[in-house]
C-alpha cells in the first residue's frame, strides 16, 4: 500500500481532531443500538393472525388434541 499526500492529510487531520477532543467526552457516550421498529399495516395484523389461529388449529388436529 502506497501512502500519498491525500491519506497523509486526512491521517493528519484526524489526529487533530480526536487530540482536540477530551478524554472524559469520548467515555461519556456509550455507543446505543439502534431500536428496530416495524409498522403493520390493519390488514397485515389481521392476516398474522388468522395466519397464526390456522397454523394453531392445525397443528391441534394433526397432534389429535
Known amino acids: 500500500m502506497s501512502n500519498t499526500p491525500f491519506l497523509t492529510g486526512e491521517t493528519m487531520r484526524l489526529y487533530r481532531r480526536v487530540s482536540k ?9 456509550e455507543p446505543v443500538d439502534p431500536q428496530d421498529t ?3 399495516a390493519t390488514e397485515a395484523k389481521k392476516r398474522q393472525i388468522l395466519e397464526q389461529a390456522r397454523t394453531e388449529v392445525l397443528n391441534r388436529i394433526r ?3
Do not use: C, E, F, I
Open 21 to 29: 477532543l477530551k478524554p472524559s467526552s469520548m467515555l461519556d457516550h
Open 63 to 65: 397432534d389429535g388434541r
Open 38 to 40: 416495524v409498522n403493520m
